[in-house]
């Protein structure tokens, strides 16, 4: 079993940067990939993937939209993960989960995940 608890949300001008924290509790945090996933105001319960990173960090994997000014990191010995959001754009404005999937891939898709967290608010103005 896997607690997770994110961070970090908040609001800011297009251009600007946040960065997301996830905090992990329960055991083998170092065995799972990890993946962000944002959902959008007014897109129903659709959860759009935004990076996901392997149990290693050797291994990372980004949705068109974000790579390039998104990053994904994780510190196993601190039983975290980051996500910094550089550049954002109105249209990231969202609700930003982190989830946790055994496996030892990198998925891009929510069913392969087990376990997430509550989401944090992500607001972008224009």
């Known amino acids: 079993q896997v607690q997770l608890v994110e961070s970090g949300g908040g609001l800011v001008q297009a251009g600007g940067s946040l960065e997301l924290s996830c905090v992990a509790s329960?055991?083998?945090?170092?065995?799972?990939?990890m993946g962000w996933f944002r959902q959008a105001p007014g897109k129903g319960r659709e959860r759009e993937f935004v990076?996901?990173?392997?149990?290693?960090?050797?291994?990372?994997y980004y949705a068109d939209s974000v790579k390039g000014r998104f990053t994904v990191s994780r510190n196993n010995t601190k039983n975290t993960v980051s996500l910094q959001m550089n550049s954002l754009k109105p249209e990231d404005t969202a609700v930003y989960y982190c989830a946790a999937a055994g496996g030892g891939g990198v998925y891009g898709t929510p069913t392969a995940y087990n376990y997430w967290g509550q989401g944090t608010q992500v607001a972008v103005s224009s």
């Open positions: 329960g055991r083998a945090f170092s065995t799972y990939t």
């Open positions: 990076a996901a990173i392997n149990w290693s960090g050797g291994g990372t």
